[in-house]
């Protein structure tokens, strides 16, 4: 397995509670990539596609919080989130729309000026330290994890990946595994093969502990979740800059708030963190005095059609991708796992997720 994300981590842990000999080689730390440094929402929509994984989801990371007394931060139960829009037809399809009025009942501390909302289910999450969880149960059933150990290439014989070349020497396996999140593509090559997943920035604010509590979650309904490819030409006109200016706010137990992210494909720089903030303030005016604490930038793996890649690669015996998350994979992580878990065990894979689309 490689890469020590969420999804590289829970992928362990189901593999090794299957009775898999797990090893997992990470090249800094756990957590050191997009899980670590998230908005922390388990929350939709979902694709039809996703759907029962992000249940899955749910059902793993409540059983995983129970069993590990609580080690990480997480909602067992939805708290909500209020997805405010300036037109209900921002809102999907099977969601209730609130007339302004209960928008504002919902969250007295709301701006002005929002058409309507609804209330999605949504829990909060400490992903870094459920990431961790996830290693230390794939460590309590035998699996090894390996950080600071990165994979280098693959090692091939006869055709056949049978394991990477990595900063410990040759990792040999059955299968090889790689959940490496927008750095994927780097470790499959020469097999003709490329992974089509591609890192787009996000920046996130966090502040100090506000002397108010926001009532629940409060999110763009606009927030875009697929943005679109960037090209060499629109990199050196700057058009990512202005892309994905949409907003999530989410308070955590202590009173902090965490502001963001914004999605664009190199929307990270001052611009794009200027523009969340800007975007903060409309939703909720009091914010303005608020001492910024940390800001963090991160990779999300993003695919064109906002599904991951479940399956073997085509044309490479041996080899197995399970990644391409997009803005979602802490939400989907432990259900994805546990599902490809299943097919490395039986064969059967979800033909809409094979990295080859049909
Ligand atoms: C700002 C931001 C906010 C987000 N908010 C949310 C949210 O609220 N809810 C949600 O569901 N999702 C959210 N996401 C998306 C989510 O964080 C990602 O989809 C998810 O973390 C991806 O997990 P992963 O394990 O695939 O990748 P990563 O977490 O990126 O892990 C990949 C790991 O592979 C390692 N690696 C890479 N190359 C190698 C190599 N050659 N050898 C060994 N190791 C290697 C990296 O070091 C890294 O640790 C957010 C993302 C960002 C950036």
């Not at 490689?2 to 842990?13: E, H, N, P």
């Not at 189901?14 to 990470?26: F, K, P, S, W």
């Not at 300036?86 to 919902?106: F, H, M, T, Y």
Request: proline share 6%.
């Amino acid at each position: 397995m490689v890469g020590g994300g969420i999804i590289g981590a829970a992928l362990a842990a189901q593999c090794a509670r299957r009775g898999m000999q797990v090893t997992l080689c990470e090249r800094e730390r756990l957590a050191a990539g997009a899980s670590g440094r998230n908005a922390g929402l388990v929350v939709g929509p979902h694709p039809p596609e996703l759907e029962a994984i992000a249940r899955r989801s749910v059902k793993e990371y409540r059983d995983l919080h129970f069993a590990t007394g609580d080690a990480f931060a997480f909602d067992r139960d939805s708290i909500g989130s209020l997805v405010v829009a300036g037109d209900p037809a921002q809102l999907a399809a099977d969601e209730v729309p609130l007339a302004s009025e209960d928008l504002a009942r919902e969250e007295p501390l709301l701006g002005e000026g929002f058409v309507t909302g609804c209330i999605r289910e949504a829990r909060r999450i400490d992903a870094g330290a459920a990431t961790v969880a996830w290693a230390d149960e794939a460590r309590s059933y035998g699996a090894e994890i390996l950080v600071g150990c990165e994979a280098r290439s693959l090692v091939r014989r006869a055709g056949v990946v049978v394991g990477v070349s990595s900063d410990r020497g040759q990792l040999l396996a059955r299968t090889t595994v790689i959940a490496a999140g927008p750095w994927s593509w780097r470790i499959v090559r020469g097999v003709g093969f490329h992974v089509p997943v591609r890192g787009v920035e996000g920046v996130i604010a966090v502040t100090a502990p506000a002397s108010f509590r926001l009532r629940r979650i409060i999110e763009d309904a606009t927030w875009p979740r697929l943005p679109r490819p960037v090209t060499v030409d629109g990199l050196a006109r700057d058009e990512a800059e202005s892309a994905g200016v949409a907003c999530g706010l989410v308070q955590d137990d202590d009173g902090r708030i965490v502001i963001g992210a914004s999605l664009g494909a190199i929307g990270s720089g001052p611009t794009a963190l200027a523009a969340v903030c800007r975007r903060a303030l409309e939703l909720v005016p009091v914010l303005a005095g608020l001492e910024i604490v940390e800001t963090r930038v991160c990779e999300r793996p993003m695919t064109d059609d906002g599904l991951p890649l479940h399956g073997p690669v085509p044309g490479a015996s041996g080899l197995v991708l399970c990644c391409g998350h997009n803005a979602q994979g802490v939400t989907w992580g432990p259900g994805a796992a546990a599902v490809v878990a299943e097919s490395l065990v039986s064969g059967d894979w979800d033909a809409a997720l094979l990295p080859e689309r049909p």
